[in-house]
């Protein structure tokens, strides 16, 4: 098994209220992109700010931060948070799958969580004029871990039929019998769930990957382990030493086998943080996994875990992000190739194809015409 | 300011997607509607043009023809995300529905665009008049016409104030405001809020006094006149000659049938038009006088004085649709486009390629270079901005806020 490794682009350090003016625009994204791609890196993960103030930008949208680099960097790759909370589903459903293809199927959704401060729309609400117009604000912070819970289950399992509501072969293009697509391929879902109404079809072809992948930062608690081990296809999670990164992987495997998963078709990483030697002290000492010193050891060390089956992968997260990962590229990757356990992927494949899962096919609703 | 320094602003409209049944004929690629490279090309034909922005509309639910014609590969916003990162001047006009997202994510989306792209980002703020939306998006029945209007000014100031307290600056003060409806209340909204105005106007004469009817209800709340562009759609047909402009007319008409267009109509106009003769006069009597629509009243409007004015048959009408059609050769298409600019039905042109790539290509390398020889277009970029490019004033100046 080959290692995987990823960056993490997040909201920049917690402390910090503001953003730095460099993170609106495009070029930090590009730079970091560009980097991570010829560190032969499986993905960039782009996370907003976490949570929603009405008073504060939510920084830049991930979804359009992970859009603009799909014409900048063409192989790498790109996972966008988009809050499990927060939208319909039939908005999440096209922005993914619309990502997914005019990236080539490099798109990743992050399942992220909350909406914070939800204050303002909900307060609105009193003079909306028919209440059956409000948007679908149930009150997240309200509800029960377990109503949570089935709200987000749900809006998976919608957002998959909306992804499979055009089939594979849809599509015919016959300009001589004037079919662009088979309709007997384009089925509605008619989903009346207790959170979601959705008719459909989508209004945007099927993604490139099928279903674009689902990728998870797993918190430190059991409920949100099951949850993940259930629905994502790529899980990064947090240990300190390989021992007990294999038993967490042990977990997470057990966990999604109860779920009914095949286990080929889970990827788990791990996050870790990287000091190079020599690098300007930062003014926060990473937190959890660390790997330090020279590339060449930090190498040996990553080596450790991956001969261990302790992870597939690690998830980075830099300190200074654009100083780091030219090191990474240069230094790192290189002695990462040396100790055997880093390949150079081919050109143009699909995030799922780097990560070596397979491509889902669309599930049919009532008799398909096959 | 004087005429002659008045210039037109084009917009590129259906980026990827064509007309009806065009894509049916050899000079377009519908297969290559979901290829980035492809998408990228378009976007950069358009702004080797000059062009002031990309246009994208949205209608967030699948056609109930999805047989006969293209289905989109993209929505809006990724996709022109992913053309910021492969263009450097040209705007982004994006329609996005303020009946069916929320003013927070509008902010937050229209805002990373704005950063992203360096200031090109526009919002073309429309209502979604397509009533089976609502079954896609959790809501038990779609919002009235005049209710959307009234949602609309909620989200538009809330979303407005968001931006102006947002402490990092946005490269325009804030995204374009557009505006594409033409009702009675939408023509209220526009004059409020919009900076740039879309609409289907295929008279000259109802052009005219659309123009001066918006304009001077932005003036009358105390807005700049100057600063609410008035941008028809515009169907332009060229080709080298007269003649060949005929011969490509002919081509782009060959599978377009009446049948179905009458279909069409009647449920827009909810008139029977499939048993009428198709080159016939449609007998007035036929119509609803005024369109009380809930969908699309000011088209519905529009297409019952088209008949009225210009008596069209079913086959003329088909073949007209609802937004202006120039065809003919360069220079004649030049002279209709300067005589709606000059007499005021227009401040410029949405417009909407009629097949791609070639449509673009031709209205670029033919019509673009005639317009610029007579002082009417732009020959570079004198900003960066959207707001630059349409000449309209940075936010916090010149035009008055309006609130209310
Ligand atoms: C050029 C143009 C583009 C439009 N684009 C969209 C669009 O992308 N999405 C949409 O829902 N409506 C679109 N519309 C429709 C209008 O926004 C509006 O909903 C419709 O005209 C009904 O409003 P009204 O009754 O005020 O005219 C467009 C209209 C025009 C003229």
Redesign the pocket.
């Known amino acids: 098994m080959l290692l995987s490794l990823s960056i993490h682009c997040r909201d920049s350090g917690v402390k910090e209220k503001r953003w730095p003016s460099s993170r609106y625009r495009l070029a930090y994204y590009r730079e970091l992109a560009l980097a991570a791609e010829r560190a032969s890196m499986t993905a960039v993960w782009l996370e907003g700010a976490t949570g929603r103030d009405e008073d504060q930008p939510g920084g830049i949208d991930p979804v359009v931060a992970a859009a603009s680099l799909a014409s900048v960097a063409r192989r790498i790759g790109l996972v966008a948070a988009i809050s499990l909370d927060d939208y319909e589903p039939y908005h999440v459903a096209r922005a993914t799958a619309s990502l997914d293809n005019i990236s080539g199927g490099r798109c990743g959704w992050l399942l992220a969580s909350g909406r914070a401060g939800a204050g303002g729309d909900a307060d609105n609400h009193a003079d909306n004029h028919a209440d059956n117009h409000a948007d679908n604000h149930a009150d997240i912070d309200a509800m029960s871990p377990i109503d949570r819970d089935r709200r987000r289950q749900e809006l998976l399992g919608v957002t998959r039929r909306l992804w499979d509501s055009w089939k594979d072969g849809a599509i015919r293009i016959d300009k001589e019998a004037g079919i662009f697509a088979d309709p007997r391929y384009v089925q509605p879902i008619h989903h009346r769930g207790k959170y979601y109404q959705v008719r459909g079809p989508l209004n945007v072809v099927r993604p490139v990957q099928g279903h674009p992948v689902l990728a998870r930062a797993l918190r430190q608690d059991e409920a949100d382990l099951v949850f993940a081990a259930g629905q994502a296809d790529w899980i990064v999670a947090e240990a300190d030493c390989p021992e007990q990164a294999a038993a967490q992987s042990a977990a997470i495997r057990c966990a999604a086998a109860a779920a009914g998963r095949d286990g080929a078709q889970l990827r788990i990483s791990h996050r870790a943080s990287l000091v190079f030697e020599g690098s300007r002290p930062s003014d926060e000492e990473p937190t959890g996994l660390a790997f330090r010193g020279s590339a060449e050891r930090m190498a040996e060390e990553m080596s450790r875990w991956v001969k261990g089956n302790a992870t597939e992968g690690f998830h980075l997260e830099l300190a200074e992000p654009l100083a780091d990962i030219v090191r990474v590229a240069d230094e790192l990757v290189p002695a990462l190739r040396r100790q055997g356990w880093f390949g150079s992927p081919p050109e143009k494949v699909t995030l799922r194809e780097k990560l070596g899962l397979s491509r889902p096919a669309a599930v049919w609703m009532g008799e398909g015409v096959q | 300011m004087t005429v002659h320094e008045r210039r037109m602003h084009l917009n590129a409209?259906a980026l990827g997607l064509g007309f009806g049944p065009v894509w049916r004929l050899p000079l377009t690629q519908p297969e290559r509607n979901g290829d980035l490279d492809y998408l990228i090309e378009l976007a950069r034909t358009a702004e080797r043009g000059k062009m002031d922005a990309l246009?994208?509309?949205?209608?967030?639910a699948a056609s109930d023809r999805v047989e006969s014609s293209p289905s989109p590969h993209t929505e809006?916003l990724t996709l022109f995300a992913a053309l910021a990162g492969a263009t450097e001047r040209i705007g982004l006009v994006?329609?996005a529905?303020t009946t069916y997202n929320e003013s927070f994510h509008l902010a937050n989306a229209f805002a990373s665009l704005d950063h992203l792209s360096g200031g090109r980002a526009g919002w073309?703020?429309?209502?979604?008049?397509?009533e089976s939306?609502h079954a896609n998006y959790s809501r038990e029945s779609h919002l009235e016409?005049d209710l959307?209007?009234e949602r609309a000014e909620r989200v538009v100031l809330e979303a407005v104030g968001m931006w102006k307290r947002w402490a990092q600056p946005l490269p325009q003060g804030r995204p374009v405001l557009v505006?594409?409806?033409?009702?009675?209340?939408?023509?209220q909204?526009a004059s409020r809020h919009a900076e740039v105005v879309?609409?289907?106007q295929p008279v000259l004469d109802a052009a005219k006094e659309f123009y001066r009817d918006v304009k001077s209800r932005a003036s009358a709340l105390g807005r700049q006149p100057e600063h609410v562009l008035i941008?028809?759609?515009l169907v332009p047909i060229v080709a080298a000659t007269e003649a060949e402009t005929k011969e490509l007319e002919r081509e782009l008409n060959t599978f377009v049938s009446v049948e179905s267009g009458a279909k069409r109509l009647s449920q827009m106009l909810e008139t029977d038009l499939t048993s009428l003769h198709p080159d016939e006069p449609i007998p007035l009597e036929a119509l609803p006088a005024v369109s009380t629509?809930d969908?699309?009243?000011?088209?519905v409007q529009l297409v019952l004085d088209l008949i009225r004015d210009q008596r069209l048959s079913v086959r003329q009408l088909v073949a007209q649709g609802?937004?202006l059609k120039m065809s003919g050769s360069t220079v004649q298409v030049a002279d209709r486009m300067e005589r709606w600019f000059k007499e005021r039905a227009a401040d410029g042109f949405?417009v909407?390629f009629p097949y791609l790539p070639g449509g673009m290509d031709s209205f670029v390398d033919r019509l673009i270079p005639e317009l610029q020889n007579r002082g009417l277009f732009r020959t570079e970029y004198d900003g960066c901005t959207l707001r630059s490019h349409y000449g309209l004033p940075p936010v916090g100046t010149g035009s008055p806020e309006v609130t209310r």
């Not at chain 2, 073309?124 to 397509?130: G, L, P, Q, S």
């Not at chain 2, 505006?179 to 023509?187: D, F, L």
């Open positions: 409209c246009f994208a509309a949205d209608f967030y809006p994006i329609s529905s073309n703020m429309v209502t979604t008049a397509v939306v016409h959307r209007y505006q594409a409806g033409s009702s009675e209340v939408g023509k909204f879309f609409t289907a941008l028809p759609g629509s969908g699309m009243r000011s088209r609802t937004h949405n909407l």
